[in-house]
């Protein structure tokens, strides 16, 4: 018994003692957390980092507070840069002071924001949504629920997405000349939340042979009232790319392409911009051409010529996409 009493003495000692050291801000910090008002917490742990006088506790409760404001705040509107601005500055501060208890309420947090985000049912909520889970998925100690429920969110969000996309397909082989063009566009957005299933990548390559001689317009104004707001990462190409002819042979490809220039520059157009690349990552210049001319430029707003290419590949090769890289930028046409 006089251990016990012994050491719970020590214990108020040194919590005493820690108490003692933290500054007035730093006390009024600690008062507003534990009262779950971290936006108040903030603001007075921001005095105490300023004057470089925390205590040993003060980077956890600091970083304790940014979650819980991150959390409140994002969940009241997820879409807002508030949450994910508030996201990297804490993956700063767990850089910097470690805390595995910390990380586990950061995931979690998170979590709830991706879940929150994803269920708006927009373009932008769901790419927010799953940014929020991948930062969750990327930590060290995160808690096991981001797991579970992540990978049921994907797969959710991957079944619904695939439905539409299919439905997308089925109109544009009947005729509807943009639906084509969405379709390839929601299945560029669910590629860049993560791995595509097989079903997926068979459905891509149809999408993608039925485009082969479609421009991929996604700012064309009948498309962006499907798609509402458009995602930069994908509309990207300042050229766009179209090939007329495609005729894959065992160990060499011919095509031919057509380029509309979208940019705000005159664009040259020259054989020698043209590499095949395979499935492997290799890069093939063209072996022969025609229909190029010395001075041949696009100018803006206009189509090119329809041009010839013949590319020789090793036997057993897989084309993967034509790229057009003309020195100020490049564009791509994803093969089937």
Request: with cysteine; net charge negative; hydrophobic share 35%.
């Amino acid at each position: 018994m006089k251990k016990i009493g012994y050491r719970l003495l020590i214990s108020l000692l040194m919590t005493a003692m820690i108490l003692s050291c933290k500054s007035t801000y730093e006390k009024q910090g600690d008062k507003h957390l534990e009262e779950k008002r971290p936006l108040l917490a903030l603001q007075r742990y921001s005095l105490v980092e300023q004057k470089g006088n925390g205590s040993e506790e003060f980077n956890s409760n600091y970083t304790k507070a940014y979650i819980m404001a991150m959390e409140q705040k994002g969940l009241e509107d997820p879409l807002a840069d508030f949450a994910q601005n508030y996201s990297e500055t804490i993956l700063s501060l767990l850089r910097k002071s470690p805390s595995p208890e910390n990380e586990k309420t950061f995931s979690l947090a998170l979590l709830k924001l991706g879940e929150a985000a994803i269920g708006s049912e927009t373009p932008r909520g769901i790419d927010v949504g799953f940014h929020f889970l991948m930062t969750a998925d990327s930590l060290p100690n995160k808690a096991p629920e981001v797991n579970t429920r992540g990978t049921a969110l994907r797969a959710q969000r991957a079944e619904a997405s695939l439905k539409d996309i299919r439905e997308q397909y089925d109109a544009a082989k009947a005729g509807d000349e943009y639906a084509g063009i969405i379709a390839d566009y929601h299945m560029t957005f669910l590629s860049l939340l993560g791995p595509l299933n097989e079903e997926a990548k068979e459905l891509w390559s149809k999408i993608r042979e039925l485009n082969l001689s479609t421009y991929l317009m996604y700012d064309n104004q009948e498309v962006e009232q499907a798609l509402g707001e458009v995602d930069r990462r994908i509309n990207k190409y300042g050229v766009l790319l179209a090939l007329t002819k495609y005729n894959p042979g065992k160990s060499s490809v011919y095509m031919e392409v057509k380029g509309f220039n979208g940019s705000t520059n005159p664009v040259p157009w020259k054989s020698e911009a043209f590499t095949l690349e395979t499935e492997d990552g290799n890069h093939y210049q063209a072996a022969s051409s025609r229909g190029f001319k010395t001075s041949d430029a696009i100018e803006i707003s206009r189509e090119s010529g329809l041009v010839g290419l013949t590319f020789n590949i090793p036997a057993g090769a897989k084309p993967a996409k034509l790229v057009y890289d003309y020195g100020v930028s490049i564009s791509e046409k994803f093969l089937p």
